[in-house]
């Protein structure tokens, strides 16, 4: 491998110009950078979404080569025949927390049956902490669960699962009050005692009173259609890791995402007990909703809205599902009541179903690289009826490079989530959510759009996103939109919170992936291109088998860091895999263009290049112009000193 100190020589006449990365800059970016480095996040137009995800995404998912592995074939289970394997599985399960050590509940390839009549209304389920199912992949020749029989419908949205994730015994005790106010950002508050709590707690944070409305919404008024919000305000239901306690003032971990005022009805701090470290993975789970003799129509009857049911995970912290495939299920993926949980690698096929994945009562769920395959089917819309969704409450969520078809909506599905992010998502609308209008509005505050492609082409061109006068189906309290682009139709809003750079693709293209970076390494790396496993960020993670790599030809390759505010800058450290970069010229972002600098080498070391004098810029731009013949860029390690 090959390093090189470089530093940079200002070029007496540096071309000053304006590149397009330049003009799709989001301002409210920019802003939320100026606020995190001041400490005053309250003040910011965005909320910080980066503490979403397993372990806040500052861990990969677990290797579980180490993990203790039971097989589920040792415990009865028998794929590719027409017995049932309920029993069987639910056996291995319990001998894996009867184990006491971290396991794996494996399911061999081959088709399992589920669902047998005896058992149809009884979940499988998981309620101890370090168990995961993993199958043997979610492609051909890997592992398929078959649901066969449904629970009692008549249940409705209490239909039982298939798969049920959540601890024996669940139970939330007030354990302080809160003394003072809190405003959106903080990560203290004030308590009236804190002998109850200590750092490595898991909380939640809650509240509810109308006197939350004006400080969190001022400015609107509420139909008397909408009894809940009228008599409790915003319910705040927010899930938090305590880091320190000092006297009593508790720090948290994870931001809080909402105003908390104190003359509330209430505002406490309560237990939150979840299970953790569980899992799902690998499995393809397929139902006999595919074989019904009905098609879905929404509301038509609790059999096509809820009888077949696949995951869901409640009071669960520290989690995933990846690698998942559903096909034909009325509903797939529920995250209830959790807490720092990912979701990705995730695709819905099949015949049209209810919903697809959603988190409800949750705080920090990260769902990423998620696809609706399903084809058309109710109103002529493909996707599941409702889309990538938000529901009561939940908040600091995220779906982000998630894939819909082109009609689907998005479903906030009312009683109140705030503070959530639809990041980088491609297709779909917003014309269809969820909910009834008892719980209205479908969403909160801070409900942001960042990149969002609507795909969709019908006769409404304008959004009116609050009326009191007339129920509409995509009801938010000031909605953010930064970068919504609608190709070949003409979209307008009214009644936003933000509409910044309206029919342009902004900068950065994902507001998650920046502030991770931005919070994990107090910068932020992209770049023009990159292949499949070789991201910008890899040049940050000093990992030596990791590099960016361009994804085409040489023309027009950079790689880019974005501090997010002024830095002093005196040199430029590069580390290549092998030495490949023949020609380059560094670029800074000063007073709003960039400004080239011509190399200079330094007498003294080989590959290192200097600056006459220090530079003062927020963003620095390695531009490559030449490489040696047949050595693909491969570099290491890139940053500025």
Known sequence: MKSLVIKFNLFVFSFLYFSNLSAQEAPSWVDFCTNRESGKMRNSVLLDYSYAGYHFSEKPIPDLSTWNTISVIDYGATPNDDTYDEVGIQSAIDAAEASGVPTVVYFPSGRYKVGSEKNKGKPIEVNKSFIVLKGAGSGTDGTEIFADKHGDVALRWNTPWQFLFEPWKRSSTKIASITSSIQRGDKTVEVDNSTAIVAGQLVELAHQGVENLELNLPGLEYSSKWPSINKNG????????????????????????????????????????????????????????KDYPEDFVHHANNIVDYAWRAVRYKNVYNSWIKNVKFRDWNDCIQISESFSVTVKDIQVSGKQGHASYMAAASTGVLFGNCKDNVPVGFNDAGGQAHGPAFQRSSTGCVYTNVKMQKHQSVDCHSETPYGNLFDNIQGGCFRGNGGSEKVYPNSGPDLVFWNFVHSSNYAIHEFDFWSINKRRLHTYAKPKFVGFTSPGEDISFKNVGLDELHGTQVYPQSLFDAQLQLRLYDVYASASSQKKGCPALNVLNNKVNDFWSPKNSLEDSYLMLDFGTNRSVNSIFLKENQKSIKKFKLECWIDGGWVSYMPKQSANTDNAWELDSMVVTRKVKLVIEETYPNRPIQIIEFKAL
């Open 234 to 289: 915003i319910m705040v239901m927010e899930k938090h890791l305590v880091t320190k306690v000092k006297g009593n003032t508790i720090y948290f971990k994870n931001p809080v995402n909402y105003n908390v005022p104190l003359n509330g009805d209430y505002a406490s701090i309560k237990t939150f007990e979840p299970i953790e470290e569980v899992g799902v993975q690998d499995i393809l789970f397929t139902s006999a909703w």
